[in-house]
């Protein structure tokens, strides 16, 4: 049985972080600068850079929705292990044996 600071939490490293900060950038850019090259109307590109804003917001929320599920869960069966805990802790096998 794990008792609260046994319970294993994953760090995220720095090099998973950066990685991460530097796809997101270069992706973004990307896309940025393909839709800005885009042989169209003001209006058709104003409406794909919309779209893209729309996108990355939505990846965002997506992802803080997960996270939070994710925490959710977590926090759940920790709770639900403590009552296992405490229950196993009170439990007396000889009591009203006398």
């Known amino acids: 049985m794990t008792h609260g600071n046994d319970i294993p939490q994953s760090a995220t490293t720095s090099a998973f972080q950066i990685q991460a900060v530097i796809a997101f950038a270069v992706s973004l850019t990307a896309s940025v600068i393909g839709v800005w090259n885009l042989p169209l109307d003001s209006w058709q590109r104003g409406f794909f850079g919309v779209t893209l804003l729309f996108l990355v917001s939505s990846t965002f929320t997506l992802a803080k929705v997960v996270r939070d599920r994710q ?3 977590t926090i759940r069966s920790r709770l639900d292990e403590a009552r296992v805990e405490k229950l196993i802790a009170e ?6 044996v006398a």
Request: net charge negative; hydrophobic share 10%; glycine share 12%.
């Open 91 to 96: 439990h007396d096998p000889f009591k009203g």
């Open 71 to 73: 925490e959710q869960t």
